[in-house]
């Protein structure tokens, strides 16, 4: 089954629109990652895909439903452009960010035993049990990302959507990270994630969907590497890409 | 307009002579002013039985409970300048019960005016911050300086009667906090404690990542109206204490000095406490001195915080080994 449908979307915030008749499914277990040049509607098509917008036609459906209507967000887990780096003078610890993910669940009354136990794992699993007391402004950029996704992890969340969750992470973290990412994804999340570095890209998903404006690619990443998707997406700034030393 | 003043009237009537008359009598003499008086025995501080101290130290009580608990969530998103904003809509509100008050046979009390007037106010600038997003001062701006506008215009237009009572509105006065008042403020304290308790996590979650709560579904735009009306409701009650100009500290100051404290939850008890020892410590120095209480608690509450940062940057130089 798929856990997402595009179907012909499209999407304007003036006239002009910065997604236009996009079309693809994300299979339930896949990893996609979404790639393009800035401002190519990235952050859009994946806000729409899991029901933040309303596409202006076609239509998006998460789990068989409707992607705006969706009822059971606590399936979601999204990660927001830079919302790590964000509040970080918020006095809140890393537990207390985590046991969000049982709130949709339980927006009044005691946790219970399963939600306690749920938050305590989905801190182990991400290795982050040595800060569970910290404060989240305190901490890292690459152990705040895993944060979030303990937090997804609480919720029980089925699909993960992450919008360049590692910009300003060093080089080593982020390797770690994906390394958890892939070994989530392969105990059967789905994950759609925003990467600007196509090296990543292609070595961590299962697929990849080019995006400027229009749906360039959607694939294997091996097949993507033998096509000039990427460079008919940057059109012209493809050069940019290339450095010759 | 003239029905509701008379429903206004006619509930005001059965507030001080009916049930609730009885329950207020129980909770402000039987209950709290047996234990001030209490206290005041054991300890020789004979301000605690003076019955004008002891409802301003239920204010004071009242304030530190609900300022920082609402104000918490206000500081972390950012928000804080809504506090100011409301307040001056607030005193908006009392010119307008005054203005009533003294152009009709009617009275009304203008805590309850301000009370309607900043709820109003509160959902206007909610909704005007969903609208105009990134210019979300200028409309914060608009509605604090248009509802200060609104109020001045009304306090001249009688006589000049109503000048006099607006001052204490102003600057906050010990004296303002009559049995009435005494009673609606508690009764606003129970019912902001009761709303933030049953709204807890959702409040959190939308405080600590807006777009996260979207994601999963939580109601972001009616949690951030419930939060501007809960700020308007601690607004009118710490006003008659605090005074319209100085009333958004209540909600900003314990907060920012209970921000080193590790953990969101037990940093808004740590606020209430440092909104408590400022509030019952500028009261009572207030009384002493003969000095605006607004404006004692509010330095108080500073000194607080002044400690609070002292102490982190104390302890940061321990840890490094410096001292």
């Known amino acids: 089954m798929s856990a997402i449908e595009v179907r012909d979307v499209t999407f304007a915030y003036a006239s002009e629109p910065v997604v236009d008749g996009v079309s693809f499914d994300v299979e339930e277990g896949a990893f996609l990652g979404l790639v393009g040049p800035n401002g190519s509607g990235k952050t859009t098509l994946l806000e729409l895909m899991i029901g933040l917008r309303r596409p202006d036609s076609g239509s998006v459906s998460l789990f068989g439903e409707p992607a705006v209507d969706f009822a059971d967000g606590e399936r979601i887990g999204y990660v927001a452009q830079d919302v790590a780096n964000a509040n970080g003078e918020m006095p809140i610890t890393v537990r207390e960010v985590v046991r969000m993910g049982r709130y949709p669940r339980r927006l009044v009354g005691c946790f219970s035993d399963a939600d306690r136990r749920a938050v305590e794992d989905a801190i182990e699993r991400v290795g982050i049990s040595d800060l569970a007391d910290r404060r989240v402004g305190r901490l890292s950029g690459g152990q705040r990302q895993r944060v979030f996704i303990a937090r997804a992890l609480a919720g029980e969340a089925d699909l993960l959507a992450l919008d360049e969750p590692t910009t300003g992470v060093d080089a080593e973290s982020r390797e770690s990270f994906y390394d958890l990412l892939h070994e989530l994804n392969d105990e059967g999340l789905t994950v759609v994630l925003i990467e600007h570095d196509i090296g990543v890209v292609t070595t961590h998903t299962t697929e990849i969907a080019c995006l400027n404006r229009e749906l360039y690619f959607h694939g294997s990443p091996e097949a993507f590497v033998e096509t000039d998707a990427l460079a008919d997406a940057y059109g012209g700034s493809q050069h940019v890409i290339h450095h010759d030393h | ?323």
């Open chain 2, 1 to 323: 307009m003239i029905s509701t003043q008379i429903l206004v009237s006619l509930a005001f009537a059965l507030f001080t002579d009916g049930l609730v008359g009885g329950a207020v009598d129980f909770v402000l003499d039987d209950l709290w002013g047996t234990a001030l008086e209490l206290l005041a025995a054991l300890t020789g501080f004979d301000i605690l039985a003076l019955p004008f101290m002891q409802r301003a130290y239920l204010a004071a009580v009242c304030i530190a409970l609900i300022g920082p608990l609402v104000g918490s969530f206000l500081v972390h998103r950012e928000m804080a300048m809504i506090g100011d904003t409301l307040a001056h809509s607030a005193f908006a509100g009392v010119a307008a019960g005054l203005f009533a008050n003294a152009v009709s046979p009617l009275s009304v009390s203008p805590l309850l005016t301000a009370l309607v007037v900043a709820a109003v106010a509160a959902l206007l600038v909610q909704a005007l911050v969903d609208h105009a997003g990134a210019y979300r001062d200028t409309s914060l701006a608009i509605v604090l300086t248009g509802s200060f506008a609104v109020g001045s215009v009304l306090v001249t237009a009688t006589d000049g009667g109503i000048a006099v009572g607006i001052s204490a509105y102003l600057f906050g006065s010990l004296a303002t906090v009559t049995r009435i008042n005494a009673a609606l403020l508690l009764a606003m304290s129970v019912v902001v404690i009761a709303v933030v308790a049953a709204a807890y996590r959702p409040l959190v979650y939308v405080t600590f990542d807006e777009v996260g709560a979207r994601a999963v579904g939580l109601a972001v735009t009616r949690y951030s109206q419930l939060l501007a009306v809960l700020t308007a409701v601690v607004v009118v009650a710490a006003m008659q204490i605090m005074g319209v100009i100085l009333v958004a500290a209540m909600l900003v100051i314990p907060v920012a000095a209970a921000t080193p404290v590790r953990g969101f939850t037990r940093s808004i008890a740590a606020g209430v406490v440092a909104g408590l020892l400022s509030t019952v410590l500028g009261v009572t120095l207030s009384y002493w001195y003969d000095v605006a209480a607004g404006g004692t608690i509010v330095l108080v509450a500073i000194g607080i915080y002044g400690v609070s940062k002292g102490a982190v940057w104390a302890n940061h130089r321990i840890s490094l080994g410096d001292i």
